[in-house]
């Protein structure tokens, strides 16, 4: 709908002394941003996307994509298990089509993920017998990985998720194969070879739970090594799958800060909310009693009451006026998924619950929590 303004005093005064009508004249403006694109001004506002939606499948998802958002983030098809399954077997017919999708929509796409403990098939870490290889043979896995795909989309995405999750919740270096066969060194030379591959994108370390103050001093003192050692690093993307409690206004916003300080980008990388409880908040529930226990860990499933609709709209329109504090810094906020009804968190950290984490009803409705977005986005700098 268009919206109106009343003229100023001064166009009516000029009105009525010319004759017109009494009435004052309806000076047409332009409409209050209706999308997410058009009222996100510099930030760029990213949507997690699957093959499905990029492939054509999934029509109502990238009718929403396309109108929404001005980023993508492939949601699983640029992962290795995806464009690298077997040794030396490349295939990226589904990466080139989301990369296709992405820029018919003239949107920017974010290479998601490089070097991760998930979804890396187990060949990467084995030799033939299934012995964990030497550290110089997954060196040179990871180099002729990251250059292939890297070189493959050269000068067409934004940055890539260079190095994901390498943290523990303790701030230690997570244990994993890459860390165990390598050392710590996989981290600075993945982003070297991702930097050699492709010198204008930008290059991200990646991680959740960053707010909490163990894992942020460990992923501070990471980057930190990594800077001093000329590592070219751009960011460090805070994954954001947050709850309504978790984390607080404070955390969020001291988390960003710390890592601005060190003149490092911060975007929000796959931004959700869960609003089931969690696995260990059985209240209620008799242990033994399956029923009872599943039906306390799943409450909506007739849908989501009225009262907590509108507490799930706060909390997206308070987590964005956090955001929005940091220009240029937070550069990017990517949600991670479109509907409800295809997000992960349906699944985890129980499978097969009815959550309402995105922005999109199950039938692909704007939920209060849009508006609430929407509206944070209209009015950048102001308290949420
Ligand atoms: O494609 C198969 C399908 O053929 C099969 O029928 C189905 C049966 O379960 O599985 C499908 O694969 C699933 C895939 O998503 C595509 O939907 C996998 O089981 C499932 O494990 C996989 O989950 C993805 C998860 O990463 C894997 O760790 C989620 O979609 C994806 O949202 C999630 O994203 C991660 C980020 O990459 C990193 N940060 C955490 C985030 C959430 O876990």
Redesign the pocket.
């Known amino acids: 709908m268009r919206s109106v303004r009343r003229a100023p005093a001064g166009v009516v005064v000029a009105a009525l002394l010319a004759g017109g009508c009494a009435r004052p004249p309806v000076v047409p403006v332009s409409p209050a941003p209706a999308t997410l694109r058009e009222a996100a001004g510099p930030l760029l506002i990213g949507v997690a996307v699957?093959a499905p939606t990029a492939a054509g499948g999934d029509t109502l998802s990238a009718a929403l994509v396309r109108r929404h958002f001005n980023a993508v983030t492939p949601?699983?098809v640029f992962k290795w298990e995806w464009v690298h399954p077997r040794p030396g077997v490349f295939d990226f017919a589904a990466a080139d089509q989301l990369v296709a999708f992405a820029e018919r929509n003239g949107q920017v796409v974010i290479g998601?993920?490089l070097v991760w403990h998930?979804?890396t098939p187990r060949w990467v870490f084995q030799d033939a017998s299934g012995a964990p290889v030497s550290r110089d043979t997954l060196l040179d896995r990871m180099r002729e990985h990251i250059q292939t795909v890297v070189g493959h989309f050269r000068g067409r995405v934004l940055g890539w998720d260079v190095v994901?999750e390498a943290v523990d919740d303790e701030g230690n270096l997570r244990r994993t194969p890459w860390l165990s066969i390598i050392g710590e060194d996989f981290i600075a030379r993945a982003f070297v070879y991702a930097h050699q591959a492709d010198p204008n994108a930008e290059l991200y370390y990646n991680d959740?739970s960053v707010e909490n103050a163990p894992k942020r001093q460990g992923i501070l003192a990471l980057v930190r090594r990594l800077m001093a050692s000329g590592v070219p690093i751009t960011g460090v993307g805070i994954?954001g799958h947050d709850h309504l409690d978790w984390p607080t206004v404070a955390q969020e916003d001291s988390t960003i800060a710390a890592f601005a300080a060190l003149g490092l980008k911060v975007p929000i990388t796959?931004l959700d909310l869960d609003v089931l409880p969690r696995p260990d908040e059985r209240t209620g529930a008799e242990l033994g009693d399956t029923a009872r226990a599943r039906a306390a860990l799943d409450p909506y499933r007739a849908g989501l009451p009225d009262s907590m609709q509108q507490a799930v709209a706060r909390r997206w329109g308070e987590l964005f006026g956090v955001f929005l504090r940091y220009p240029w810094i937070v550069s990017r906020v990517t949600i991670?998924g479109v509907t409800d009804r295809t997000s992960?968190k349906n699944d985890?950290p129980v499978r097969g619950r009815t959550n309402y984490p995105l922005l999109f009803d199950r039938s692909g409705r704007p939920k209060p929590a849009f508006d609430a977005v929407l509206r944070a986005l209209q009015r950048p700098g102001a308290a949420p």
Request: hydrophobic share 30%; aromatic share 28%.
């Open positions: 699957n949601e699983n998601h993920v998930q979804q994901n959740y994954q796959e991670w992960w985890f």
